[in-house]
């Protein structure tokens, strides 16, 4: 079955770093392109990131932009989100999705987006 599974979130101060990972299985990882999307509370769910399958173009939500950086090893399946300077606003799950292309098309829509993880909980206190 086609899964993928995040880890890494947890309980960080403002200004603080975390490191999320996203270990993917059942297809072929490399052939599509991975996303990162986050669900705050009382909001709609909304796309953080996405890389394409060969890892050389990305594409960020204008809110963090300067700060998240997403990264894919392609030999190990796993795809990363580094979180920098996180603030109380940063507090969501995350999630993790494949994409059913293997480009990001400049765009990122759960729409385009077919296979998606539990999450896993971040939360930035103030």
């Known amino acids: 079955a086609q899964e993928v599974v995040e880890s890494g979130g947890g309980l960080v101060q403002t200004g603080g770093s975390l490191r999320l990972s996203c270990i993917a299985s059942?297809?072929?990882?490399?052939?599509?392109?991975m996303a990162w999307f986050r669900q705050a509370p009382g909001k709609e769910r909304e796309g953080v990131s996405c890389?394409?399958?060969?890892?050389?173009?990305?594409i960020y939500a204008d809110s963090v932009k300067g700060r998240f950086t997403v990264s894919r090893d392609n030999a190990e399946n796993t795809l990363y989100l580094q979180m920098t300077s996180l603030k109380p606003e940063d507090t969501a799950m995350y999630y993790c999705a494949a994409d059913t292309l293997e480009l990001c098309w400049g765009r990122l829509m759960q729409s385009d987006y077919n296979v998606w993880g539990q999450g896993t909980q971040v939360t930035v206190s103030s």
């Open positions: 890389i394409n399958w060969k890892g050389d173009h990305t």
């Open positions: 059942g297809f072929t990882f490399d052939d599509y392109a």
